[in-house]
């Protein structure tokens, strides 16, 4: 299993697809020439576009959130989603 990271913090470089492209280019190396069968990811509860990304991308997640991360406004839920290589395969089909 591979873990993915990506932190995109100054609120001017959000919206620009940069998120969406990194982790297209991560899942591409990731599955194609790691060979991984998952990768895992945490995200924040509160960062809705990252999340829907994620789960545009075929990640799912696999509980509720259980753990928390402490924020200046307080604890934050996070969720912890997974992408296994046959969804991404079959993603990658539908795509062509």
Do not use: C
Not at 6 to 11: E, K, Q, R, T, V
Not at 31 to 52: I, Y
Not at 63 to 74: F, L, M, R, Y
């Amino acid at each position: 299993m591979l873990e993915f990271h990506i932190f995109i913090g100054d609120a001017r470089d959000r919206g620009h697809g940069w998120g969406r492209q990194a982790l297209a280019a991560a899942l591409s190396i990731a599955f194609n020439e790691l060979q991984a069968d998952v990768v895992r990811l945490q995200v924040l509860d509160s960062n809705g576009a990252a999340r829907r990304i994620y789960a545009a991308a075929g990640f799912e997640r696999l509980t509720d959130p259980s753990v928390t991360a402490e924020k200046s406004t307080g604890p934050t839920p996070v969720h912890t989603m997974t992408l296994t290589r046959d969804r991404y395969l079959s993603n990658q089909d539908g795509a062509r």
